[in-house]
């Protein structure tokens, strides 16, 4: 009689981060859920559909202020377990009435001012990076998805530095202002995701790969007596 032996192992590396618990992730199906605005004199609107897919965040900022977008409580604190993951989201220009600018070209504020830049920030430090350098804007078209790797190469620092901003975040902020001058943006599908694989440690690893080799175990004995591999 063969039975069949199933283990899992779990594990996580020595010294790294524990894998974060679940993806954080705004659809804007039901509302605007938590994201606001530094542009106070901006219009911020929850539209039901028309989103990538469903409902979508749209700012509108003909007032000439510029669109910084606020991360919620959800998206701040301890993000370690994040490190290795992506910070993904949607974006759309839906009216295009400013004019192109470059934010580091004499405008004041410089590149913070380009469309898809991104900072995340703590009492470690500051980390920043610009998803679309150059003042490039999205497209009139249809929906894009711009991603960023949660690693400090990515962001252009050192793999220790970024993990201690990553420990504890208090401000999290998306620049969707691509024009100088009138816009109006959607933006969808903000998520922070863990990494999708976890390593095992070395000894660890060895040890679920000598349990792939045992394939079934014959029971030619009563329980009381030692499990045999059949090797046939």
């Given at each position: ?12 590396a ?106 995340i ?19 009139l078209?249809?929906w ?8 400090g ?42 990494a ?21 175990v014959r029971?030619s004995?009563?329980l ?9």
């Amino acid at each position: 009689m063969k039975h069949v032996l199933l283990i899992t192992v779990l594990g996580t590396a020595p010294g790294s981060a524990p894998a974060a618990d679940a993806d954080v992730l705004a659809t804007f199906d039901n509302g605007l859920e938590g994201w606001g605005t530094a542009d106070i004199l901006g219009i911020t609107t929850h539209v039901a559909t028309g989103g990538n897919p469903g409902g979508y965040f749209q700012h509108d900022n003909s007032e000439l202020q510029f669109s910084i977008l606020i991360a919620p409580e959800a998206y701040l604190g301890d993000l370690s377990g994040y490190i290795g993951g992506a910070f993904p989201f949607d974006g759309i220009l839906l009216g295009d009435g400013g004019e192109f600018f470059n934010g580091p070209a004499g405008i004041p504020g410089g590149v913070f001012l380009d469309y898809g830049t991104i900072q995340i920030a703590g009492p470690a430090g500051t980390a920043q990076v610009d998803l679309l350098p150059g003042g490039t804007t999205p497209s009139l078209d249809g929906w894009q998805t711009y991603s960023i790797a949660l690693t400090g190469a990515a962001w252009g620092l050192s793999d220790a530095s970024f993990a201690a901003i990553m420990t504890d975040v208090t401000s999290l902020t998306i620049n969707i202002e691509g024009l100088w001058g009138p816009e109006v943006n959607g933006v969808d599908n903000i998520a922070l995701r863990g990494a999708t694989l976890v390593p095992l440690p070395g000894g660890l690893a060895l040890f679920a790969l000598s349990l792939l080799g045992l394939g079934a175990v014959r029971r030619s004995e009563p329980l009381s007596h030692p499990l045999t591999v059949d090797r046939r």
